[in-house]
């Protein structure tokens, strides 16, 4: 069993709200990221970290942001969400000193957004 | 852009049955890992191949690799109706001093166990 964890699981707002995606991991892993996932389709990378206080977008351009003060915690924001932001936010974790699991991503159930 | 491509993206098999799942990527690789999605739920790590192994075992799983064709396909064997679920590979690729960390993921098969 994965040891991170997301809130809401499911979220429904209007339009220009400003929203927070929470994700947490017990793991002591130094790398978490985002991942936004469309409906049957694959996930893109958005944001990840390398630590605390690193922060990095990924591949797909996103208007949300990410910020990192604590090890365990790596909560996504946007600051006025829009319809063409409604999709699966999924979180994850890896890295520990075990070379044998540290490279594996452990993900959370997922955030399912959808922007009125 | 995009690097894991699955085949087929849908398959629909009798329980029982052997299932194969195909994977292509483009660029160098440290190692590929499938992954499992339920509907609507996180990814859950099944198999890591790192790119000098040729094949891998995990109970009713076996995974392949051809660096040379940038190819890996993973089958699941005696299938069950839990098996029924969406299932994509993920490049973790070599350290170019540029990319984004983190694995590039396909776009997935969708695997269907009929009883």
């Known amino acids: 069993e994965a040891d991170i964890y997301q809130t809401p699981r499911y979220l429904v707002i209007g339009t220009g709200k400003k929203i927070t995606l929470e994700c947490s991991q017990t793991?002591?892993?130094?790398?978490m990221y985002w991942y936004q996932q469309d409906p049957g389709m694959e996930l893109h990378l958005i944001h990840y970290?390398?630590?605390?206080?690193?922060?990095e977008k990924g591949d797909l351009s996103s208007e949300s942001t990410v910020s990192r003060i604590r090890t365990e915690h790596f909560p996504l924001t946007l600051e006025s969400a829009r319809p063409s932001h409604t999709s699966q936010y999924l979180c994850?974790?890896?890295?520990?000193?075990?070379?044998?699991?540290?490279?594996?991503?452990?993900f959370g159930s997922g955030t399912q957004l959808s922007v009125l | 852009s995009q690097q894991g491509e699955e085949d087929p993206q849908a398959l629909s098999i009798q329980e029982g049955e052997n299932a194969t799942m195909n994977c292509s990527y483009k660029?160098?690789?440290?190692?590929l890992q499938w992954y499992r999605q339920n509907s609507g739920r996180g990814l859950v790590h099944l198999i890591l191949?790192?790119?000098?192994?040729r094949e891998k075992h995990s109970g009713r799983l076996r995974v392949t690799l051809d660096t040379s064709k940038k190819s890996s396909s993973l089958l699941i064997t005696a299938s069950r109706a839990a098996d029924t679920a969406s299932y994509f590979c993920?490049?973790?690729?070599?350290?170019?001093?540029?990319?984004?960390?983190?694995?590039?993921f396909g776009k997935g098969t969708h695997l269907i166990i009929q009883p």
């Open positions: 994850a974790s890896r890295g520990g000193i075990d070379v044998a699991t540290n490279e594996k991503l452990f």
């Open positions: 793991m002591g892993h130094d790398k």
């Open positions: 970290s390398y630590g605390v206080n690193s922060t």
């Open positions: 660029t160098s690789i440290n190692n």
């Open positions: 191949i790192r790119s000098n192994e």
């Open positions: 993920a490049t973790d690729a070599l350290w170019s001093g540029g990319g984004a960390d983190g694995l590039t």
